[in-house]
């Protein structure tokens, strides 16, 4: 048998265990964390981690003119199976917005749907790089967001008795930054060129993210 470490990373100070939780907020220094996966041996995690947090790489020109803003959004990769099941590859979460849950779902859904997963560079590390807004959704409610989005998008599978017991086989979250243009017309992430909801600027903070776009874009400026 083998036990995690119920301690904060960052300050160590103890963690509350409760049955079926899935993220730790440490009420001393506020540090999110999480039991991370298995390592490549198969074995359980002794201890939990601060999941990382990710730059998406635009796949879209960036624009010459207008700021650049980055939008975190919780992403769940799904494994093959379920994939090949009518599930997508990613569950993307918007983490802004937790006051609009139903434009959030809805908002979660239509990202969701890119068939190609993100391409994703771990993020500089602090002071390289303009901070990017926090996460106003906390992993649970994602997790919980990513379930309603993954039934949504089933055709079947798993049968019908065993549906109410079924858990979405979500793989290891994390934290990514999306790169978007601010125009007049509205924000759009540059990723598919999707609009983003207007829920998510009222939270937004003013960065100016073009330098370290331009360094991760492959595509240079439109």
Avoid: K, N
Wanted: hydrophobic residues 40%; glycine residues 8%.
């Amino acid at each position: 048998m083998s036990f995690i470490d119920l301690r904060c990373p960052t300050c160590t100070a103890p963690l509350t265990a409760r049955a079926g939780i899935r993220v730790y907020v440490c009420a001393s220094c506020a540090t999110t964390s999480t039991p991370p996966p298995p390592d490549s041996a198969g074995r359980p995690p002794q201890r939990l981690w601060i999941p990382p947090r990710y730059l998406a790489r635009p796949r879209l020109p960036l624009p010459a003119e207008g700021r650049l803003l980055l939008v975190p959004i919780w992403v769940f990769p799904l494994d093959d199976e379920a994939a090949g099941r009518g599930l997508p590859r990613e569950i993307r979460v918007p983490a802004l917005g937790r006051r609009a849950y139903g434009r959030l779902v809805a908002a979660a859904q239509r990202m969701s749907r890119d068939p190609v997963p993100l391409d994703l560079q771990l993020r500089p590390a602090e002071g390289s790089m303009p901070r990017p807004p926090e996460a106003e959704l906390s992993v649970e409610e994602a997790y919980a967001v990513a379930e309603v989005v993954a039934l949504a998008h089933l055709q079947g599978w798993p049968p019908e008795p065993e549906l109410e017991a079924w858990e979405p086989p979500l793989g290891p979250l994390r934290l990514v930054d999306l790169p978007c243009h601010e125009s007049p017309s509205g924000l759009v992430e540059l990723v598919q060129g999707m609009s983003v909801d207007g829920a998510a600027l009222q939270a937004l903070h003013t960065v100016d993210a073009r330098g370290i776009l331009w360094e991760s874009s492959p595509v240079g400026v439109g």
